[in-house]
Nanobody, 117 residues
Framework: QVRLVESGGGLVQPGGSLRLSCVASGFIFSVNTMGWYRQAPGKQRELVATISTGGNTNYGDSVKGRFTISRDNAKNLVYLQMNSLKPEDTAVYYC???????????WGQGTQVTVSS
């Protein structure tokens, strides 16, 4: 059974940082491209970042230069380091497997990130 569990969200002031984690189980993690997505209230889910099996990364335009995605295949973990956070980064963040640039399979419960003073 595929399972994705996100953690690390919280309330942070503008300009602050957070590190999100996603632990995966139920599939061969190391052969899958993984990604982070987010969904703000009233908006569609959008790409934040993806990381391939070889470590190649891709970022949404709004987070380039501020966020960094990484992975630990030995621990089935994918991380999202978020720096210089802005109020518009407020959303529920989800991780997912990615195929052909499209997320697929089940989603986890997500982790809430709120950027506010």
């Amino acid at each position: 059974q595929v399972r994705l569990v996100e953690s690390g969200g919280g309330l942070v002031q503008p300009g602050g940082s957070l590190r999100l984690s996603c632990v995966a189980s139920g599939f061969i993690f190391s052969v899958n491209t993984m990604g982070w997505y987010r969904q703000a209230p009233g908006k569609q889910r959008e790409l934040v970042a993806t990381i391939s099996t070889g470590g190649n990364t891709n970022y949404g335009d709004s987070v380039k230069g501020r966020f960094t995605i990484s992975r630990d295949n030995a621990k089935n973990l994918v991380y999202l380091q978020m720096n210089s956070l802005k109020p518009e980064d407020t959303a529920v963040y989800y991780c997912s497997r990615v195929n052909g640039g499209v997320p697929f399979g089940s989603w986890g419960q997500g982790t809430q990130v709120t950027v506010s003073s």
